[in-house]
């Protein structure tokens, strides 16, 4: 069975620039999270899709950044303009259908983002 | 707010040494906890998981961890570590929120040296 695939793994772009990052999860898990890991600090919840849906997108850090999920199966994050303190990695997480309580969740390898 | 923390930033070992990683979090509600651990150039892997019940959890590889309710703690443990333990250790908590978050420590760098 295919994990979590991220893509791309690593991108270092200019200031100002648009980057685009992408997850396919696990066939059929209807929950998707990304979160992300600035250096040396924790690894932060941005937002979690249900299906198509925005279940709950608290940890978004602004408007610079937008999460789709088009059809209920991969999943993109765009940041645009992107901006210095926006270097980290992005990880990309699923976990099966339903109420999240007992299921365990399974993360990608994360997309490494340097904005320079 | 919830918060985990992990009080070894970066721990050095040698082969055949015990391991004991602290992991407190801020919750006190009911809580699932995790420990997740990402070996160079892999994903994040589920090392252990505790949601009710007995305690004292085993986990793959021979990593245990003891949950304490009354000190917030979930500290993980193994008996004699190995040079492939060699990675970063997180501590994760998931609580009865209203959402399916996890809430992670900062990590936990483990170096073994043969």
């Known amino acids: 069975e295919a994990g979590v695939t991220q893509f791309p793994s690593h991108s270092v772009i200019e200031k100002g620039q648009t980057v685009t990052l992408r997850c396919d999860p696990i066939s059929g898990h209807d929950n998707l999270y990304w979160y992300r890991r600035v250096m040396g600090k924790e690894i932060k919840f941005l937002l979690h899709f249900v299906k198509e849906s925005k279940q709950d997108e608290s940890g978004m850090p602004n408007n610079r950044f937008l999460a789709e999920r088009t059809g209920g199966t991969y999943s993109t994050l765009k940041v645009q303009p992107a901006e210095l303190e926006d270097s980290g990695v992005y990880f990309c997480?699923?976990?099966?259908?339903?109420?999240?309580?007992?299921?365990?969740?399974?993360f990608g390898e994360g997309s490494w983002l340097t904005v320079v | 707010a919830q918060s985990v923390s992990q009080h070894n930033h970066h721990v050095i070992l040698s082969e055949a040494a015990s391991l004991e990683l602290g992991c407190n979090y801020s919750y006190g509600g009911t809580v699932n906890l995790f420990w997740y651990v990402q070996y160079p150039g892999q994903h994040l892997q589920l090392l252990l998981k505790?949601?009710?019940?007995?305690?004292l959890v085993k986990g793959i590889k021979g990593f245990e961890a003891e949950f304490i309710k009354s000190k917030f703690s979930f500290n993980l443990r193994k008996p004699s570590v190995q040079w492939s333990d060699t990675a970063e250790y997180f501590c994760?908590?998931?609580?009865?929120?209203?959402?399916?978050?996890?809430?992670f420590g900062t990590g936990t760098r483990l170096q073994v040296f043969p």
């Open positions: 997480a699923s976990s099966p259908k339903g109420q999240s309580s007992g299921n365990t969740i399974y």
């Open positions: 505790y949601f009710s019940g007995d305690p």
């Open positions: 994760a908590v998931r609580g009865a929120w209203g959402t399916d978050k996890l809430i």
